[in-house]
């Protein structure tokens, strides 16, 4: 007979939550699982809404998205199950977003059954947590003057609250400021003749950029016989002003992933495991170099990390920019798998992840990467799709697409009707402004933070993550098992790991972490 324990409590229901659902009905783990969703969505999440536009793809290809570590194929044979019409089958292809928004909305539904036939009892509940607190090994949770007792948590918010540095347009002006490009319709009332100002090179910044150019809004792209992909304007006159601090442009996913040899960073690795002495961010950078750039002998890493350094006024980093999205399209073409860097990432993200957890970097090279280098890693760690680049491209050839640097403080004009920016070399203005710089506030004592974090704060359970003798953001949490030091309930499969952790956007990584957060449930069961 399988073993159980009694309740395990889910707070936060999008793709973390489901995966944690999904795998602990596989695993048969307790009699009784509560699932808290805010929203009353279960399933999709913030990022994969069904509702979504459909030209905000998914950046993971469909074959590397999975609910269970032990089952990668899972979406991608719920994709050929649907037979949809117009829809990339291939396992390196790029579908929208909104479809696996749908996907995880049936895996909730298949859970929910599954559990039933398996005597599990499951509880969905349309509330957030407004307080935890553990005593003696069990978890009490309270919302909207309720409260319950679970023998186990598994925190899996997801995203934290969003940072709003801007304020609205002023009602006197006809600028326009869309705060956010998700769920937004605002997006699509944007004039066909507007400069348009998007704050932020992320992959939602490429998103906004799909969704300004797509078919309907009278602009096409044509393959031209070279194979190069060629923008037509038609009746959309717009331009777009992509506009950062860094200007650093997301690199793409390969077109033919190679697997690459790792034998410097299994050494390095090796290394630290053997004499649990610390790693400095050179070692594990010329391993990394070692085992990835001798296909890339041009490439110099202060180019990775600041690659325009050499420009000297507006025209070169648009210049550079362009030079930069080219090159980049060719490695991830290339059929001799020269993309290696991008590949490198994707096949040793966990491994990367466990180096964090065991706090393998001396902590002057960990404040020196989060400082200086993380953006630009998360460049290659969370690339786009080749197709998105192919665009960004040929809107950039066409003169539609302009990337700036340097960028300071939006502000309005007198008159309300333009946007303007500083930046390095100058500045520039804009009828419409498009914030899509996705930044999120991962301090435990901002008052942003939810209810219950803030309540775990005050307890004193949860802590800021400190490095050497600086605050982070983050959370303190023992990435060994996933819980904050003197707890034995309450584990967390969320943004605030990234903070001791590597990055957490990435689907495989949180499906694994929830994997690994079952194993030592499972573990101390048998026990």
Same mark, same amino acid.
């Given at each position: 007979?399988?073993?159980?324990?009694?309740?395990?409590?889910?707070?936060?229901?999008?793709?973390?939550?489901?995966?944690?659902?999904?795998?602990?009905?596989?695993? #048969?783990?307790?009699?009784?699982?509560?699932?808290?969703?805010?929203?009353?969505?279960?399933?999709?999440?913030?990022?994969?809404?069904?509702?979504?536009?459909?030209?905000?793809?998914?950046?993971?290809?469909?074959?590397?998205?999975?609910?269970?570590?032990?089952?990668?194929?899972?979406?991608?044979?719920?994709?050929?199950?649907?037979?949809? &019409?117009?829809?990339?089958?291939?396992?390196?292809?790029?579908?929208?977003?909104?479809?696996?928004?749908?996907?995880?909305? #049936?895996?909730? !539904?298949?859970?929910?059954?599954?559990?039933?036939?398996?005597?599990?009892?499951?509880?969905?509940?349309?509330?957030?947590?407004?307080?935890?607190?553990?005593?003696?090994?069990?978890?009490?949770?309270?919302?909207?003057?309720? !409260?319950?007792?679970?023998?186990?948590?598994?925190?899996?918010?997801?995203?934290?609250?969003?940072?709003?540095?801007?304020?609205? %347009?002023?009602?006197?002006?006809?600028?326009?400021?869309?705060?956010?490009?998700?769920?937004?319709?605002?997006?699509?009332?944007?004039?066909?003749?507007?400069?348009?100002?998007? *704050?932020?090179?992320?992959?939602?910044?490429?998103?906004?950029?799909?969704?300004?150019?797509?078919?309907?809004?009278?602009?096409?792209?044509?393959?031209?016989?070279?194979?190069?992909?060629?923008?037509?304007?038609?009746?959309?006159?717009?331009?777009?002003?992509?506009?950062?601090?860094?200007?650093?442009?997301?690199?793409?996913?390969?077109?033919?992933?190679?697997?690459?040899?790792?034998?410097?960073?299994?050494?390095?690795?090796?290394?630290?495991?053997?004499?649990?002495?610390?790693?400095?961010?050179?070692?594990?950078?010329?391993?990394?170099?070692? !085992?990835?750039?001798?296909?890339?002998?041009?490439?110099?890493?202060?180019?990775?990390?600041?690659?325009?350094?050499?420009?000297?006024?507006?025209?070169?980093?648009?210049?550079?920019?362009? #030079?930069?999205?080219?090159?980049? =399209?060719?490695?991830?073409?290339?059929?001799?798998?020269?993309?290696?860097?991008?590949?490198?990432?994707?096949?040793?993200?966990?491994?990367?992840?466990?180096?964090?957890?065991?706090?393998?970097?001396?902590?002057?090279?960990?404040?020196?990467?989060?400082?200086?280098?993380?953006?630009? %890693?998360?460049?290659?760690?969370? &690339?786009?799709?080749?197709?998105?680049?192919?665009?960004?491209?040929?809107?950039?050839?066409?003169?539609?697409?302009?990337?700036?640097?340097?960028?300071?403080?939006?502000?309005?004009?007198?008159?309300?009707?333009?946007?303007?920016? #500083?930046?390095?070399?100058?500045?520039?203005?804009?009828?419409?402004?498009?914030?899509?710089?996705?930044?999120? !506030?991962?301090? =435990?004592?901002?008052?942003?933070?939810?209810?219950?974090?803030?309540?775990?704060?005050?307890?004193? %359970?949860?802590?800021?993550?400190? *490095?050497?003798?600086?605050?982070?953001?983050?959370?303190?949490?023992?990435?060994?098992?996933?819980? &904050?030091?003197?707890?034995?309930?309450?584990?967390?499969?969320?943004?605030?790991?990234?903070?001791?952790?590597?990055?957490?956007?990435?689907?495989?990584?949180?499906?694994?972490?929830?994997?690994?957060? =079952?194993?030592?449930?499972?573990?101390?069961?048998?026990?």
């Amino acid at each position: 007979m399988t073993l159980r324990i009694e309740h395990i409590a889910i707070v936060g229901c999008g793709f973390t939550g489901t995966s944690a659902l999904h795998q602990i009905v596989e695993r #048969e783990l307790c009699h009784r699982i509560t699932v808290f969703e805010l929203s009353g969505d279960f399933g999709p999440g913030y990022a994969y809404n069904p509702e979504e536009n459909e030209h905000y793809l998914l950046n993971n290809t469909t074959d590397s998205l999975y609910l269970d570590p032990d089952k990668k194929c899972a979406f991608l044979n719920w994709l050929e199950a649907k037979q949809l &019409p117009n829809i990339n089958l291939s396992p390196k292809g790029n579908v929208p977003r909104k479809l696996y928004g749908l996907f995880l909305r #049936e895996s909730v !539904d298949a859970a929910a059954r599954k559990a039933r036939q398996r005597g599990i009892k499951v509880e969905f509940v349309t509330h957030e947590i407004t307080g935890i607190h553990e005593r003696d090994g069990v978890v009490e949770l309270r919302w909207c003057n309720t !409260d319950t007792s679970a023998d186990r948590v598994i925190m899996a918010t997801g995203r934290c609250p969003e940072i709003e540095y801007l304020k609205p %347009t002023s009602t006197c002006g006809s600028a326009r400021y869309v705060n956010s490009h998700i769920l937004n319709e605002e997006i699509d009332a944007i004039g066909s003749d507007e400069t348009i100002l998007v *704050l932020g090179t992320s992959l939602s910044a490429y998103d906004v950029i799909n969704r300004l150019f797509a078919p309907e809004t009278g602009c096409s792209f044509i393959r031209a016989a070279n194979g190069e992909l060629v923008y037509q304007r038609g009746s959309n006159s717009r331009n777009v002003i992509l506009a950062s601090r860094s200007g650093r442009l997301k690199k793409f996913q390969s077109l033919r992933p190679a697997e690459v040899s790792t034998n410097e960073f299994d050494d390095v690795a090796a290394r630290f495991t053997v004499a649990g002495s610390k790693i400095s961010l050179e070692v594990i950078g010329q391993a990394i170099w070692s !085992d990835t750039g001798a296909a890339i002998d041009s490439l110099d890493l202060n180019d990775v990390a600041t690659p325009y350094r050499h420009c000297k006024d507006t025209a070169s980093v648009n210049e550079k920019a362009g #030079e930069l999205l080219s090159q980049d =399209l060719i490695l991830a073409r290339s059929k001799e798998s020269q993309n290696r860097i991008v590949d490198f990432f994707s096949q040793e993200r966990i491994r990367i992840w466990d180096l964090f957890a065991r706090r393998a970097l001396t902590p002057e090279s960990e404040q020196a990467y989060r400082r200086m280098y993380e953006s630009a %890693t998360l460049s290659f760690a969370a &690339p786009c799709p080749i197709s998105t680049g192919e665009r960004l491209l040929a809107l950039h050839r066409a003169g539609v697409l302009e990337v700036i640097t340097g960028v300071g403080y939006p502000g309005l004009t007198a008159d309300g009707s333009l946007f303007e920016t #500083e930046h390095q070399y100058g500045s520039v203005s804009a009828s419409t402004m498009i914030n899509a710089t996705g930044t999120v !506030d991962r301090h =435990l004592f901002s008052h942003r933070q939810p209810a219950w974090i803030q309540d775990l704060v005050h307890q004193g %359970t949860l802590r800021p993550y400190i *490095l050497g003798d600086r605050q982070m953001p983050g959370a303190d949490i023992d990435l060994n098992t996933y819980r &904050p030091p003197g707890t034995k309930a309450i584990y967390f499969a969320n943004m605030l790991l990234w903070g001791p952790g590597f990055f957490t956007s990435s689907a495989s990584t949180m499906a694994t972490i929830v994997s690994q957060i =079952l194993d030592q449930i499972g573990s101390e069961l048998e026990s």
